[in-house]
Every structure is written in C-alpha cells, then in structure tokens.
C-alpha cells in the first residue's frame, strides 16, 4: 500500500477539522473539531512509524504524547467552557468579544 | 499480512473516519457530533492497528474515546445539551471556512503525494515496535518529553480545578453578590 | 468409511485453512457459552440473594428454577418497544447495544484454559494472546461508560439523565483506580499480555524466609499466585472493580429509592434486556479478570489421570479456572446482599482520595521492592519506602471529611467564606 494514501487520508482528517473550527460557533464543537485535526497529526506520525519501522518507535512514542497533550487540552478546555456557561449562559465563541478593542 | 487485505481494510476504515469526520462538522445536534467524533477515532484506531501500532491504538481508545470524549458528553449536558432539539451551530461564515479547508487539503494533499510518491508501506512487521520496545524508547530516549508531558499533565489539573471550582473566594460575581448583601444590610 | 469419517475434520479444516477455523469456533463457542452464562448468573444471584434472605426465591420453572431467566427474557423479547416522544431517536437505539458490547470484548483476552490438540493443531484457549492484554482490557471496559451516557441523555427525561450524569463521574474516577492498581501486576509479571501473566503465576513459593526464620513446611503449599504478594492492588481492583460495573454497593447510577430507575428507566422490551444483559457479562468478565490477574488464572492441583482419558487433562485448568471465577461471582451477590448503597460524595471521596493515591503508593512500592538489589543501593530504597511511609501517615492522618466537616468551627469557615 503506498505511504501517500495515509498522509492524504490525515490531510482530509486535517482539513475537515479546519473547516470545523472555522465554521462552528458552540465552543464544545470547536474543541471537537481540534480533537479531528490532532488525529490527523497521530495517523500520520503512525503512518511514518510503520515506514520507518527499521529507525525504532519514535513515531509511536510520539502519537502517545499528542494524545496526553490533549487529555490536559479538554481538561482546561473544558474547564473554560463550563465557567463561561456559568458566567453567560451559553457557550458561543461569537459572543466573547468581551475583549475586543 | 496480505498487500490486498491491508489495502482493502484501510479503504473501509479510511471511508468510515472521512464520512463521521463530516458528521462531526456538520451534525445539527452536539450530542450526535461527539458520537461521530467516537466513530472517527475508533477508525483511526484501526488504522493504527494495521500500521503495527497496536499500543497506541489501545491506548487511543483508552484516553480518547474512553475519557476525553466521555468528559466532552459530561461537559455538554452540564452546558445543558438541548435533548432531541436540533439547533444552528454554525456561523455565517461556512463558505469562507469551506474555501479554506478546500484549499489547505489541495496543498497538503498535492505537496504530500509530490514527495512521497513510490514510497510502499511494509505489508508486515519488519522491526520490533511492539509495547516493550515503546516502554523501552520512551523510558530511555524520550524520558525528558515523557517529563515534561507529565508536568504538562499535572499544570492541566491543577489548572482546571481552579479555573472550574465554584470558590466562593475567587470570582468577581461572589464579590458583587457579597457587595449586594452588604448594602441591602446597610439599607436595612 | 469409518476411517473416512475419522479424517473428515483434518479434511475440512485444511480445506477452510485452520487458523480462521479455530478463531471462528472460539468466538462463536465463548459467546454462545457467556450467553447461557448470563441466564445461570441471573439465577443464581436470585437463588443466592433468596436464601440470605431467608426466602425461596425462584423455582417453579425447571429443575430448582433453572428456567426462569429465560422466561424472563421470552417475555421481554415479546414485549412492545416502546420509545417515549422526548426521545433522541438513533441515541436511545445505539445506547443498550453499546451497554452490551463492550461486556462481551472483554472477553477476548481472558485465558480460559490451557490448550487442546484438535487434529494436530494446537488451539491455546485464549480468543487473543494481545501482547497489550490488560490495555485491551481496561480501554474495552472504558467503552462501557458510553451505553449509560447515551442511554441517560437521549430518554428526554429528568432521572435518567441525574443518574447518568452520576455514573459518568463514577465510572471515569473508577476507571483510573482500575487502571493503577494493574500496572503493579505488569510490573511483576513484565508483561502486559494476560497469557503471560497466568504463566507468570504457576507453580508455588519454595525457600520462603520470614524475618530471618525459614519456614520449610510452607514449602510447595502456597501457589505462586500474584494475590499473596499484590494484595493491596487486588483490593483496589475489586473495589474499582464493582464500581465500574455500576452494582451495590456502588449502584448509585440507578439508585431505585430517588431515581426510579436510574439511566434505564425509560427502557423497556429487549433493549432493558441488553443493559440487564450487559452488566451480568460485566460482572463475570471483572470476576475472570480478577481469577485470571491474581488468582493464577487456570492454575491448580493437576491430578494423575490413568493413560485412557489423558486427552481430557485439557479439562482441569478449564474447571479450576470456572471455580474461581463462580467464587467472584459469588462475591458480587454477596456484596449486594450485605452493604447499602455508598452517598455520593462518600462514593467520589473514596474513589479519589483512597483507591488513587493507595494504587500510586502501592505502584511505588511493588518498583523499589521489586528493583535488582545490584543496580538500585539498599540506602535508596530505604530511602524510597520512608517517603513513602511518610506519605502513608500524612493521608491517613488527614482524615475523615465526614467527620471534620461535622466540627462546627469547621463548618462555619467553609460556607461563610470571606468575599
């Protein structure tokens, strides 16, 4: 099977998930989406892994990092869209222009 | 493993993570959206499978979809996930985002197939990269990512815990709430 | 013709190709058998529950009630399936089904037996020797969060959603005690997979030394089981154990006395019989995990057997194996006959901070006892272990929050609090 399938399937994964930040407005989604374009990064560390096999794991091990680097993203993530629930009653990116200048 | 069978399997499971990608983009219901997202990562767990890394699939559906997802479910119906409503989650600005997604798939896409054209993935294991050999690199040559994963970990906690409790100390609306009852008692 | 008859199998299983004979056979065999399993075990925790109640429990249909789970099941297989209006349609469907599922993968890894020789070739009685046996085990059980989740979510309607808002924070605490108090056994063990595991666990302690006495008549008594020296994780497994699979003392996802039901309480028909199903194959899986992890799995006293039924010595390991997984299931009856139900916050609390931080000493613990005394100095793990014992006096000496928070002094500076 040639390498390219996999990178282009990660590439699709990647761009859905762009589309995906870019085009929702409820937080919890946005996040969802960034959890897609994580796992397009882990297909393709995996992919190069199993080319590379000869090299050792580092693919592997490194697929193992993204996936805790997420696990604290969701927990803080999560932890914001609940205080701004609190706060606002909803969870809309559009109306935390709070900041804006 | 046979080429045909490794070939075959990756069209499914690829078809399965592009059509519940979609769904999780496009879902008029949050709940429904953090379910396609499950069916995505459970096919990139496959596909991990067939690419020799059985430990980090496992270890994918473990955290993944055992636990972040699960705390996303959590997070929703506390955020009071409409049931059975199916409301507008998308922004105007759809087409834009599609332009751009578009166009960040053709160049990807177009450098990726450029460069790495000819190159065949092993159709077996050739070299160890089961568990022990990912324990043994990751104790070993990775140990300081490894630390600073832990410490990142430990950050997100902490982290999380003060931005989510409800400290009748910390946040600005107690404050307000406590000015309020002061100056009630002071009208009294 | 009969020596014919007598190579048919040889003949069909080359034909076929014997490597997707055998994993076929044992997928259909251990389903088949966990079905049937789960009727017995219904009737068993009747029977059981009766009896230390001092009722008789059921017994009109079949020998001593056998029967009667499967008329329970007829019925609720012809009874009408019944969606309320409120409900999110595809949800409330996916949400038994992934309630039963994850129950029966579990038992991919689990060795139930040694292995037979059908027809000159080897079948290991294990469905999957996974060199990540136990990872497979814990992200499998993780799955079985979702069926509650959904299930509470997509009724459209207030209890079950409470009750599977609860078990989602249950479940997840639990699942991370469960996690922890197995890396001790792979410690040990060095190796994940479960196959190496029960193999880590044969034989007996010989040469057993207690503070400087030897004790000879011990000798080839006790199993080289892993409950002897990993107590402590077997007793957070358990806990977590019971937790995860949402029963009493634990069973506060359902809690009938404020909850109706709990997550399941608009199911009815077949789909209540696929959460009722799932969770009695959870509690055999927990159980055979618990037998296979630290309880040496299909070990035992292996008897002679005169030369003519040789070929039935695979049957040993299968019956000890069997036997001490009934004993675990015994336990779970047991339990849910004995102890109320936990309140929650005494539930998250010991989960927390009990079974978690125990799991982490006890991981520490098993490392330095179990380090090469070449490589790691005897001042390092002295070292190690008065930390450790430090840690130990710190937590408990921290005390009991039900207690404390009843001190009025106490009390009055955690609510008033100084805005």
Known sequence: MPLSYVLVLAAL?????????LARQ???????????????????????????????????????????????????????????????????????????? | ??????????????????????????????????????????????????????????????????AIVVLMLFGLMLTRAPIGKYGEYDNDQKGLAAIVAAAVFGVTAWVLIDSFEGVELPTDRVAATTSKDVGEAIFSSYVLPFELVSVLLLAALVGAVVIARRDERVTSRTIDAARREKAREEDV | MIDWIKQLPGNVIDFIGPEIIIATAKVVLVFGVLLVTTLLVIWFERRVIADMQARVGP????????????????????KE????????????????????????????????????????HRVDLVMSDLNIGILYFLAVGSLGVYGVVLAGWASGSKYPLIGSIRSTAQMISYEIALGL????????????????????????????????????????????????????????????????????????????????????????????????????????????????????????????????IDWLRWIVPIFWFTIKTVAFVYLFVWLR??????????????????????????????????????????????????????????????????LTALEPWRKKEVTRGTA
């Open chain 1, 13 to 21: 994964l990647f761009s859905i998930g762009v589309y995906g930040v």
């Open chain 1, 26 to 101: 409820h937080a919890v989604l946005v996040l969802l989406s960034i959890e897609l374009m994580l796992n397009a990064v882990n297909i393709n560390l995996i992919a190069f892994s199993a080319w590379l096999q000869d090299t050792g794991v580092p693919g592997q091990v490194f697929a193992l990092f993204i996936i805790a680097v997420a696990a604290a993203e969701v927990g803080v993530g999560l932890a914001l869209v609940i205080l701004i629930y609190r706060n606002r009653r909803n969870v809309d990116v559009e109306g935390l222009s709070l900041m804006k200048w």
């Open chain 2, 1 to 66: 493993m046979e080429a045909a069978w490794q070939e075959g399997l990756f069209f499914v499971f690829a078809t399965v993570i592009t059509v519940s990608a979609i769904g999780v983009v496009t879902a008029r219901n949050v709940i429904h959206a953090a379910l396609f997202l499950v069916a995505t990562l459970i096919g990139a767990a496959c596909i991990y499978i067939l690419m020799f890394a059985e430990f980090v699939a496992w270890a994918q559906v473990l955290v993944y979809v055992g």
């Open chain 3, 59 to 78: 017994n009109r249909w079949g020998p001593f009630g056998l029967f009667q789970t499967l008329a329970d099941g007829i019925k609720l297989f012809f």
């Open chain 3, 81 to 120: 399936d019944f969606r309320p209006a409120a409900a999110d349609r595809w949800t409330f469907v996916i949400a038994p089904v992934m309630a039963m599922v994850p129950a029966f993968l579990a038992f991919a890894v689990v060795p139930l037996g040694d292995h037979v020789v059908i027809a000159g």
């Open chain 3, 181 to 308: 108090s197995l890396v001790p056994i792979a410690l040990v063990a060095g190796s994940l997979s479960t196959v190496d595991i029960v193999a880590a666990q044969a034989g007996t302690y010989d040469n057993i030394v207690l503070f400087g006495r030897d004790l000879n008549f011990l000798e080839g008594i006790i199993p080289h089981w892993f409950i002897v020296q990993q107590w402590p994780a077997f007793l957070i497994f358990l806990v977590a154990g019971i937790a995860e699979t949402n029963r009493a003392p634990f069973d506060l996802p359902e809690a009938e006395t404020e909850l109706v039901a709990g997550y399941h309480t608009e199911y009815s028909g077949i789909r209540f019989a696929m959460f009722f199903l799932g969770e009695y194959v959870h509690v055999v899986a927990i159980s055979a995990m618990a037998a296979t992890l630290f309880f040496g799995g299909w070990h035992g006293w292996n008897p002679a057997f005169p030369a003519a």
């Open chain 3, 337 to 402: 006959a004995t102890l109320p139900r936990l309140r929650y916050d005494r539930l998250m609390w010991v989960g927390w901070k009990r079974l978690i931080p125990g799991a982490l000493v006890w991981i520490v613990v098993t490392a330095v006892l179990n380090s090469d005394p070449e490589e790691v100095p005897t001042s390092a793990r002295l070292w190690v272990m008065a930390v450790v014992f430090a840690i130990l006096l710190a937590w408990v000496w921290r005390g009991d929050p039900r």
